[in-house]
Nanobody
């Protein structure tokens, strides 16, 4: 079992930046692929970016490529999402997820989920 807790979401203006964190506990963090998903009201949960267990492989959704950066610090059991040049369409609840399988863009492949953190981009 893995417990995930997101933090860092808040209200920010268009063009601003935020860094989200996901603290993991319960199992060996370094054994898991991780990902960020987001869900806006009335929409399905969508993939944002994933990262392999080692951090050596990443994959970004086209909508955030060049603006968001995923990273992980396995020594601290923490996953990060640096978000720059934020747009109103980035407004959503952001979730981190963990899975023992190789990183994918499909939510069903992730076993563990945090409760989410709200990101709101004004304008």
């Amino acid at each position: 079992q893995v417990q995930l807790v997101e933090s860092g979401g808040e209200l920010v203006q268009t063009g601003g930046s935020l860094r989200l964190s996901c603290a993991a506990s319960g199992r060996t963090f370094s054994n898991y692929s991780m990902a960020w998903f987001r869900q806006a009201p009335g929409k399905e949960r969508e993939f944002v970016v994933g990262i392999s267990a080692s951090g050596g492989r990443t994959y970004y959704a086209d909508s955030v490529k060049g603006r968001f950066t995923i990273s992980r610090d396995n020594a601290k059991n923490t996953l990060y999402l640096q978000m720059n040049s934020l747009k109103p369409e980035d407004t959503a609840v952001y979730y981190c997820a963990a899975g023992r399988r190789l990183m994918t863009s499909r939510a069903i492949t992730y076993e563990y989920w945090g409760q989410g953190t709200q990101v709101t981009v004004s304008s």
